[in-house]
C-alpha cells in the first residue's frame, strides 16, 4: 500500500550543478503536485501537473526550474544550475483528478542542500 | 486572492494542557481550510479539513478546529496534549473542496513538556 514515494529523500549538490527530484504518486492518482519548504517557512505551491500536461505552474521561478510528468515513469523536478537559495525541502502531493473530493496525499519530502 | 496567518511560530504547552493553535485566513470567495502536521523528516499528514457542512470539525488524534467566519478564523484545538503531538502544525486554505491547490500559513511548531 506504497504512498506517495520521492527520491532521493536527500540530495546534496554543489553550486551549478543540477537536480533531478523524482515523485511516483500513489496508486490510481493521476494528478501530481509539487511544494517547495525554505527553512522555517511554510509550503509553497509551485506546480500542478497531470499526466503529459502541466495545468498550472504559477508557482515555479521563471528560470532554471521545468517539470513533468510523462505518461510513463515519475514526475520529475527538474532544477539546472542550482544556487545556495535552491536549497529547501520539496515536497510532492499525489490526488485523484479534480472534483473528485480526495484530499492531496504527500510524499516525504526531498531535502536539497547546495554547498 | 487567499492567504493565511499563523499566529505563533512557536507554542509550548505541558502535557495534559490545552492545545490552541491560531489560524486567520483571507479569501475572495468561501473558503475550504485545512489543517495539516508535519512529523520530523516527513511529509504532511491530513489532520482535519472544513467544507461548510458544520463549523465545528472533528479530525484525527483527538484534535477539532471551528470555523468562525465573523473572525475569518479556523483555530485548532485539543483539550489534552500528549508528548506525540509534537510536531509542526499547517494551516492552508484553498478554493476547492478537495484542497487541490492549497495556500499553506507559515506552520507552528508546537513543544510539549513534560
Known amino acids: 500500500n506504497a504512498g506517495v514515494m520521492q527520491n532521493p529523500r536527500h540530495l546534496v549538490r554543489r553550486r551549478g550543478q543540477e537536480a533531478r527530484l523524482r515523485c511516483s504518486p500513489m496508486k490510481g492518482h493521476s494528478h501530481v503536485y509539487w511544494y517547495r519548504q525554505l527553512p522555517e517557512e511554510g509550503l509553497k505551491f509551485m506546480v500542478y501537473?497531470?499526466?503529459?500536461?502541466?495545468?498550472?505552474e504559477s508557482g515555479m521561478p521563471k528560470e532554471r526550474f521545468s517539470a513533468e510528468f510523462p505518461k510513463e515513469g515519475p514526475s520529475i523536478l527538474r532544477i539546472q544550475q542550482v544556487v545556495r537559495g535552491d536549497s529547501a525541502a520539496y515536497f510532492c502531493?499525489?490526488?485523484?483528478?479534480?472534483?473528485?473530493?480526495?484530499?492531496?496525499?504527500f510524499g516525504n519530502g526531498t531535502r536539497l542542500t547546495v554547498t | 486572492a487567499q492567504s493565511v496567518t499563523q499566529l505563533g511560530s512557536h507554542v509550548s504547552v505541558s502535557e495534559g494542557a490545552l492545545v490552541l493553535l491560531r489560524c486567520n485566513y483571507s479569501?475572495?470567495?468561501?473558503?475550504?481550510l485545512f489543517w495539516y502536521v508535519q512529523y520530523p523528516n516527513q511529509g504532511l499528514q491530513l489532520l482535519l479539513k472544513?467544507?461548510?457542512?458544520?463549523?465545528l470539525v472533528k479530525g484525527i488524534n483527538g484534535f477539532e478546529a471551528e470555523f468562525k467566519k465573523s473572525e475569518t478564523s479556523f483555530h485548532l484545538t485539543k483539550p489534552s496534549a500528549h508528548m506525540s503531538d509534537a510536531a509542526e502544525y499547517f494551516c492552508a486554505v484553498s478554493e476547492d473542496n478537495a484542497g487541490n491547490m492549497l495556500t499553506f500559513g507559515g506552520g507552528t511548531r508546537l513543544m510539549v513538556k513534560p
Open positions: 479569501s475572495s470567495v468561501p473558503p475550504y
Open positions: 472544513y467544507t461548510s457542512a458544520a463549523t
Open positions: 501537473l497531470q499526466k503529459e500536461n502541466i495545468i498550472d
Open positions: 502531493a499525489s490526488s485523484l483528478p479534480a472534483g473528485k473530493a480526495s484530499p492531496l496525499h
